[in-house]
């Protein structure tokens, strides 16, 4: 049983324009959202995180956004680059337990 | 600066013959932790390390068997690997148990079966 679903296996964007990548969970226990970034032969990278306290984060191009109620949470890019292609994992976690939760991913390709 | 070092990065083995794949961190982090992960799947953890005690999810073979001699290294040890074994395995390392510290991955080994 998935507890973490990333629904869109890949997405396609044009450089410059934004991207949006998209996570489903179904454990109401998690208080804690990751994004992972994946290149192609290494591991995964830490991207940005949100607090279930609140409902949005920003860094720099990367901004997630967190609704609660739909157990929902989103990672926009904008602008997106020809650099940002990669997998993206969504991971969520809970207090009490020092493990990760991942879906499966995303595979953002941006095109020149 | 690689905190988080897997080896080797690619690993060939026989069916049945066992394997260990090696993870050393230079962060001094308390847990650590291995992945496997399938193409197109989630990585999945197979176990942790708080410092130096153990554990085991509960649907990892018993296959699969990990060591942690000190806080700089952890070993994944494959006592009989199956071709549903092939995999890339993940370790990564964190520093407490606190929500807002994230893992640290190293670059992976991928296992071939024969």
């Known amino acids: 049983d998935q507890q973490v679903k990333q629904n869109s296996p890949s997405l396609s964007v044009q450089e410059g324009r934004i991207s949006i990548l998209n996570c489903d969970y179904t454990?109401?226990?998690?208080?804690?959202f990751l994004w992972y970034k994946k290149y192609p032969a290494e591991g995964p990278t830490f991207l940005i995180s949100?607090?279930?306290?609140?409902d949005k984060n920003e860094d720099g191009r990367f901004t997630v956004f967190l609704n609660k109620s739909a157990k929902h949470l989103s990672l926009h890019i904008v602008p997106s680059q020809p650099g940002d292609s990669a997998v993206y994992f969504c991971?969520?976690?809970?207090?009490?337990?020092?493990?990760?939760?991942f879906g499966k991913g995303t595979m953002l390709l941006v095109s020149p | 600066d690689a905190m988080v070092i897997q080896n080797p990065r690619y690993q060939v083995t026989q069916f049945g013959k066992p394997v260990t794949l090696s993870c050393s961190q230079t962060?001094?982090?308390?847990?650590m932790y291995w992945y496997q992960q399938k193409s197109s799947q989630a990585p999945k953890l197979l176990f942790h390390?708080?410092?130096?005690?153990?554990?085991n999810e509960a649907d990892t073979p018993d296959n699969f068997q990990s060591r942690r001699p000190n806080t700089s290294f952890c070993f994944l040890d494959i006592r009989s690997p199956g071709l549903g074994d092939a995999a890339m395995y993940l370790c990564?390392?964190?520093?407490?148990?606190?929500?807002?510290?994230?893992?640290?991955f190293g670059d992976g080994t991928r296992l071939s079966i024969l």
């Open positions: 949100i607090s279930s306290i609140k």
């Open positions: 990564a390392t964190r520093t407490g148990t606190g929500a807002n510290q994230p893992q640290h």
């Open positions: 962060l001094n982090h308390n847990v």
């Open positions: 390390y708080y410092d130096k005690d153990f554990n």
């Open positions: 991971a969520a976690f809970y207090s009490g337990y020092s493990t990760l939760t």
């Open positions: 454990n109401s226990m998690f208080d804690y």
